[in-house]
T-cell receptor
Framework: AQSVTQLGSHVSVSEGALVLLRCNYSSSVPPYLFWYVQYPNQGLQLLLKYTSAATLVKGINGFEAEFKKSETSFHLTKPSAHMSDAAEYFCAVSGGFGRFGAGTRLTVKP | EPEVTQTPSHQVTQMGQEVILRCVPI?????FYWYRQILGQKVEFLVSFYNNEISEKSEIFDDQFSVERPDGSNFTLKIRSTKLEDSAMYFC??????????FGNGTRLTVT
């Protein structure tokens, strides 16, 4: 069985600060891992995906994530937060069908 | 860019009534999904559909729920007798043979 755990339901950063959203996975097979973003009153949009190629994955809007097998982690980072990054972020394993994390709400303070 | 479209954007219904939520997946996609998100909570998988049949369903997807692909373009979720706790955002998603899901903007269902 596959699952993901997101640490921290709410993260608050100042504009310009580093963003770090944590995701750990559990999988008996090499996983595909994803980060989705959800803006208010909208559906989920793919930020980036890991599909067993490069372990450092770059996505849209300046986000990136690193797959670390030894730590079973796939944390999402962005060097400098922007006000427009405020949203809900979901980690998912193998496309997400049935296996989304609980989500992390990112707040960006001016 | 092709999109998954969902209608209506907001549906209000009385408890015990039947509702049908409609989705038009991206035309060349093969796999279809419904998810539910209760306000402020996580995205929950309901059901996946492939080759005109359900391929996987969660424990949430009980006998009150059904899905159908009545023609070549629509994918519907029916809730036979709605309960207050069915109030949520319902998201449709589709994908081709790859792993990436494409989501619609959701239908907000309010059961009163």
């Amino acid at each position: 069985a596959q699952s993901v755990t997101q640490l921290g339901s709410h993260v608050s950063v100042s504009e310009g600060a580093l963003v770090l959203l944590r995701c750990n996975y559990s999988s008996s097979v090499p996983p595909y891992l994803f980060w989705y973003v959800q803006y208010p009153n909208q559906g989920l949009q793919l930020l980036l995906k890991y599909t067993s190629a490069a372990t450092l994955v770059k996505g849209i809007n300046g986000f990136e994530a690193e797959f670390k097998k030894s730590e079973t982690s796939f944390h999402l980072t962005k060097p400098s937060a922007h006000m427009s990054d405020a949203a809900e972020y979901f980690c998912a394993v193998s496309g997400g069908f049935g296996r989304f994390g609980a989500g992390t709400r990112l707040t960006v303070k001016p | 860019e092709p999109e998954v479209t969902q209608t209506p954007s907001h549906q209000v219904t009385q408890m015990g009534q039947e509702v049908i939520l409609r989705c038009v997946p991206i035309s060349n996609h093969l796999y279809f999904y419904w998810y539910r998100q209760i306000l402020g909570q996580k995205v929950e998988f309901l059901v996946s559909f492939y080759n005109n049949e359900i391929s996987e369903k969660s424990e949430i997807f009980d006998d009150q729920f059904s899905v159908e692909r009545p023609d070549g373009s629509n994918f519907t979720l029916k809730i036979r007798s709605t309960k207050l706790e069915d109030s949520a955002m319902y998201f449709c998603a589709s994908r081709p043979t790859g792993e990436v899901l494409h989501f619609g903007n959701g239908t907000r269902l309010t059961v009163t």
